[in-house]
Nanobody, 127 residues
Framework: QLQLVESGGGLVQPGGSLRLSCAAS????????IGWFRQAPGKEREGVSC????????NYADSVKGRFTISRDIAKNTVYLQMNSLKSEDTAIYYC????????????????????WGQGTQVTVSA
């Protein structure tokens, strides 16, 4: 049974850091493109970051460039999102999603391109 499980969310002060994890079962992440998305209250879900199946290419939303880093551990079949210098506007539910490795990298932020989704983990940035 295919399953994506996010973890690592929580409450953090502005300027703090969190590392989100996306653990997969029922599929091998090395064969897929993995994206991180987020949805803030009252807003549409947006793409945050993506890593391709080989790990050779990553993408980031402009709002998180220089602060977030996506990575993966093939042995653990897990993808991570390291989030530094967090801001209040980063508050959202964060989701990981799996898309085909043939996906055009220019479309990485389009959620309809992703087939499987985790249940999300809440990140709250507040003093």
């Amino acid at each position: 049974q295919l399953q994506l499980v996010e973890s690592g969310g929580g409450l953090v002060q502005p300027g703090g850091s969190l590392r989100l994890s996306c653990a997969a079962s029922g599929l091998t992440l090395a064969y897929w493109r993995i994206g991180w998305f987020r949805q803030a209250p009252g807003k549409e879900r947006e793409g945050v970051s993506c890593i391709n199946n080989s790990g050779s290419s990553t993408n980031y939303a402009d709002s998180v460039k220089g602060r977030f880093t996506i990575s993966r551990d093939i042995a653990k079949n897990t993808v991570y999102l390291q989030m530094n210098s967090l801001k209040s506007e980063d508050t959202a539910i964060y989701y990981c999603a799996v898309g085909p490795r043939t996906m055009d990298g220019n479309n990485w932020y389009r959620e309809e391109r992703y087939a499987y989704w985790g249940q999300g983990t809440q990140v709250t940035v507040s003093a």
